[in-house]
């Protein structure tokens, strides 16, 4: 079983639209979590950490549940750049697991 | 901009040959990690350093050694490079208590 779980997708979303997903992670003594950006053939940026409060930012908005293991990230408003392929990443003891990532595709 | 360069960009290599793979930063970070990405995986860590001549593995360091001479510079080798080896390589930082991770722009090797 992978320590980060992502759906693939691809999530086709039409512009303007809201779009969610989410990620499960395996290990409960996990420290810290973050979405990642990563664009076709290009380096993974961070997009945002994820608290346990919740967070947003600009259109962006994540949400921590530790009892169910689970991140997620909702965007609304989709713009035509955010078309991006999105990497869960949780952070256990100094080691960050990756998931595989979800791929959104915004549409006109 | 992390400030963190990757050379070469673009490598093929014939089976059994060595590689190096450079990464080089600016900005004086303690940890350095190295990673590849291969399709229908998340990035997986090869290995990490916390220091100069300070490192250790990650989960998939068979066939891969490293070196780090100087803070700046974290170098990644593959002894005799095999086909399962053509991955992309990333090289990253680490900043912060929570251990965010800022990547260079990668290496796309092709191993024939």
Known sequence: RKEVEQDPGPFNVPEGATVAFNCTYSNSASQSFFWYRQDCRKEPKLLMSVYSSGNEDGRFTAQLNRASQYISLLIRDSKLSDSATYLCVVNSWGKLQFGAGTQVVVTP | ?112
């Open chain 2, 1 to 112: 901009d992390a400030g963190i360069t990757q050379s070469p960009r673009h490598k093929v290599t014939e089976t059994g040959t060595p590689v190096t793979l450079r990464c080089h930063q600016t900005e004086n970070h303690r940890y350095m990690y190295w990673y590849r990405q291969d399709p229908g995986h998340g990035l997986r860590l090869i290995h990490y350093s916390y220091g100069v001549k300070d490192t250790d593995k990650g989960e998939v360091s068979d066939g891969y050694s490293v070196s780090r001479s100087k803070t700046e510079d974290f170098l990644l080798t593959l002894e005799s490079a095999t086909s399962s080896q053509t991955s992309v390589y990333f090289c990253a930082i680490s900043v912060g208590l929570e251990n965010e991770q800022y990547f260079g722009p990668g290496t796309r090797l092709t191993v024939t």
